[in-house]
Structures are given as structure tokens and as C-alpha cells.
């Protein structure tokens, strides 16, 4: 698995501040600079106020300022088990590789094409893994090809979007995905716990590694003050 920021809001940490600022000021934070708007802030230097005020809003559970700095991420070779996992978060936007354009042609290498789960290698089944997944990329090739020799093809091809139903939840795709930082922080409260399958919980590790060089004082605070607990940010 790769991952990538492929995008992202400029100063985060200093948006949510400013966000978040915005709600106990009279004046209007547009019109004033980071320094000004942050003067009230306990804290010596305007890094010492950041990391107060957001310290603070996690915990009050203030979590609406980390909803404006947005993420996009870009995911390559993961399987259709963890595609389908981290697509049930619905407060984040998905493009995902289309498995009716993109399927691997006959005879590319199919360690290539699929995830083998670690318990699958420790087990040493991987070969026994491995054929199981070419057969049924094999029987897919038969079905779209007009020339396939095999005689169960019946008397048409099968268009590729129905004939990928033979492919194996193994099958790696690539993904882009954009979601903000309390979506972020909410996805790792649920995928980066000990009880989510490992793939997504290595995808969510890697993101927030990434969010951490992006936000910061957020994503620090975060993983101190808030990862594997209990309070987490969402009902
Ligand atoms: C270890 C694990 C095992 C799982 N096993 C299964 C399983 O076997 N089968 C299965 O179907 N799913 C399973 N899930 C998925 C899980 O049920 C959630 O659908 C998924 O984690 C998305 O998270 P979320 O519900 O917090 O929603 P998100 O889409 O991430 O939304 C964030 C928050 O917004 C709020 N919200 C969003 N939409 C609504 C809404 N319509 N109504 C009310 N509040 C809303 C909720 O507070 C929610 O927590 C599993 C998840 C984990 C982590």
C-alpha cells in the first residue's frame, strides 16, 4: 500500500484557530491578523497560543473549527475488503478505481494484481492464495474474450462489468479521498482501534502519520490527548 497528500488546506492548525476565535470575538477575524485574533489566548508566543486553544477545543469537545481545513489523499494497491471498510465513512468524498476499465490483462503477475493478508503468509499459504485469486482472474478473461478457448463461455462474451463479479475482494484498487480533520480524526478514532481489521488500521496510520506533518498541533494533540480513548469524536 502506498499513501499520499495529494492536497490540502495551507496553515490548518492557524484555520481552526481562527474558526474557532471567531465565536467568543466581536471582531471580524478577516480583518485582523493571526497575531491579534490569537491575543487572548493563554500563552507566551502565538505557537504556545495554537497549541492552548487547540488543546482546549479537543478537550471541550469543541470539534466544529477542525471541520474546515480538508485533506485529499491518494491510495494505491489496497483491497476491496478495506475499499469497502473506509467507504462507509460518509462525511468524506471518494473516487475509486473502476474495476470495469481497469482489470489486469491475462497473464500479468497476479502478485501485482492482489493483497495477501500477513495471516495468509505466515500460514504459508501463499501460493495456495495466490492460484486461487488467478483462477478466478483467469475465468474472468474467458468470459470478456471472444477468443477464449474455453468451451463454458456460452454463445457471447459477458460485458466486464458482470464478468468482474469473479474477482476476488483481494483485488488491489486505487483510491483518492478527501475528507476534513475532524472526519480524519473521527475515521482514526474507529479504524486506527485494535478490534479494525489490519489493513485499514495501517491505512489510518499512514494517514495520520501525514496529518501530522499537515496539522501539526492538531494531529499531535490529537494522538496524545485523544487516540484509543473512550471520548471519541462522535457519538
Ligand atoms: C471494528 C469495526 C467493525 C465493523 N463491522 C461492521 C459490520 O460487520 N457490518 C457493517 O455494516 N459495518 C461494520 N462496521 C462499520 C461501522 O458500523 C460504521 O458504519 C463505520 O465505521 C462508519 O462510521 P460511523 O458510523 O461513525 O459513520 P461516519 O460516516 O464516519 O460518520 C461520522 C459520524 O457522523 C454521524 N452520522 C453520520 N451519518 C449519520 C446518520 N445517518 N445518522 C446519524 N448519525 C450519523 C455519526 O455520529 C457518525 O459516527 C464496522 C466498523 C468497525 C470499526
Given at each position: 500500500m502506498k499513501v499520499a497528500l495529494l492536497a490540502s488546506t495551507n496553515d490548518p492548525d492557524e484555520l481552526a484557530c481562527k474558526a474557532a476565535r471567531n465565536d467568543y470575538t466581536t471582531e471580524y477575524v478577516a480583518d485582523r491578523s493571526f497575531e491579534e485574533v490569537m491575543e487572548p489566548v493563554d500563552g507566551e508566543t502565538v505557537e504556545e497560543k495554537k497549541a492552548s486553544l487547540i488543546a482546549q477545543l479537543m478537550e471541550r469537545g469543541h470539534?466544529?473549527?477542525?471541520?474546515h481545513p480538508n485533506a485529499t489523499f491518494a491510495v494505491k494497491g489496497i483491497s476491496r475488503v478495506c475499499m469497502a471498510q473506509i467507504t462507509r465513512h460518509r462525511h468524506a468524498s471518494f473516487d475509486v478505481q473502476s474495476l470495469r476499465y481497469t482489470v489486469p490483462e491475462r497473464g500479468s503477475d497476479i502478485r501485482e494484481a492482489v493483497v495477501v493478508p500477513p495471516s495468509v503468509e505466515e500460514a504459508g499459504l501463499v501460493d495456495e492464495f495466490l492460484e486461487g485469486c488467478e483462477r478466478q482472474f483467469d475465468l474472468y478473461h474467458d468470459l470478456i474474450d471472444e477468443d477464449s478457448p474455453k468451451k463454458y463461455r456460452g454463445d457471447g462474451v459477458t460485458p466486464p462489468e458482470d464478468a468482474?463479479?469473479?474477482?476476488?475482494?483481494a483485488t488491489k484498487v486505487n483510491m483518492v479521498f478527501t475528507l476534513n480533520a475532524r472526519s480524519l480524526m473521527h475515521v482514526a478514532d474507529m479504524r486506527a482501534a485494535a478490534d479494525a481489521q489490519w489493513e485499514v488500521r495501517e491505512l489510518t496510520d499512514r494517514m495520520l502519520e501525514l496529518a501530522e506533518d499537515w496539522m501539526p498541533v492538531t494531529f499531535e494533540t490529537y494522538r496524545e490527548e485523544m487516540l484509543g480513548r473512550k471520548n471519541r469524536l462522535a457519538p
Open positions: 470539534y466544529g473549527p477542525f471541520e468482474r463479479f469473479l474477482l476476488p475482494m
